[in-house]
Nanobody
Framework: QVQLVESGGGLVQAGGSLRLSCAASGRTFSIYCMGWFCQAPGKEREFVAAISWSGGNTYYVDSVKGRFTFSRDNAKNTVDLQMNSLIPEDTAVYYC??????????????????????WGQGTQVTVSS
């Protein structure tokens, strides 16, 4: 089992920044990659970014490229999502997720939520215009 706890959400004006953190505990040695997803009211959960647990390779959805940065600290078992130049469309609940099965092959990141085994409780990000 892997437990994930997010923090760092909040309310920010458009153009501002937030940093989300996710702390992993339990069987962290089984993690292949980590992902961030977001879910706005009335919408399905959407992929935002992923990072390989060992090598630190990253992958971003086009809408956040150049604005968001995904990083990890293996020593602390944490991952962070630095969110800059936020826009109202970024408003959503953000979830941290872990692939502990090995769907991530080392060269191809999965963007579907079904390829992630463990999920945090979510943290709200609200961007005002």
């Amino acid at each position: 089992q892997v437990q994930l706890v997010e923090s760092g959400g909040g309310l920010v004006q458009a153009g501002g920044s937030l940093r989300l953190s996710c702390a992993a505990s339990g069987r962290t040695f089984s993690i292949y990659c980590m992902g961030w997803f977001c879910q706005a009211p009335g919408k399905e959960r959407e992929f935002v970014a992923a990072i390989s647990w060992s090598g630190g390779n990253t992958y971003y959805v086009d809408s956040v490229k150049g604005r968001f940065t995904f990083s990890r600290d293996n020593a602390k078992n944490t991952v962070d999502l630095q969110m800059n130049s936020l826009i109202p469309e970024d408003t959503a609940v953000y979830y941290c997720a872990a692939d502990a099965t090995g769907y991530y092959s080392g060269s191809y990141f999965r963007s579907s939520s079904r390829y992630y085994d463990y999920w945090g409780q979510g943290t709200q990000v609200t961007v005002s215009s």
